[in-house]
């Protein structure tokens, strides 16, 4: 998918989009048995506009993922019920530094469980 950026840092996954001066991404602290995670997908053959100043996006919380610049991203856990299925976003400029926290997304749960293996 165009401009997306997936990465690990400190055993945190951050998975997002880059924009031309940054990048907004939600990041969670996965353990071994959930994955938690916003549908970044839902932006695939869209006319969303990536070409913009990460500091001019708009963001919406909404139940089960969050709107930006009135695109829905869906979020969602699959887990057995013990982790923590909290999702952050985040807004981050090209070196890295946090520019803007938008808090935690409610995530809406898919029903599958994870087993250890």
């Known amino acids: 998918m165009k401009n997306r950026i997936n990465k690990e840092n400190d055993d945190i996954q951050i998975d997002g989009i880059k924009f031309k001066n940054g990048y907004l991404a939600t990041q969670h602290c ?3 048995c959930e994955i938690v995670y916003a549908g970044w997908e839902a932006l695939a053959d869209t006319t969303f506009n990536y070409d913009i100043d990460i500091k ?3 963001v919406e919380q909404m ?8 695109y829905f991203i869906p979020c969602y856990n699959s887990q057995n019920g013990y982790y923590d299925s909290s ?10 530094d946090i520019i803007k926290t938008y808090g935690f997304i409610n995530v809406k749960d898919t029903g599958e469980q994870i087993e250890n293996d």
Do not use: P, S
């Open 30 to 32: 996965q353990d071994c």
């Open 56 to 58: 001019d996006i708009q």
């Open 63 to 70: 139940d089960f993922g969050f709107r930006i610049n009135d």
């Open 87 to 96: 999702l952050q976003l985040i807004a981050y400029n090209n070196n890295d």
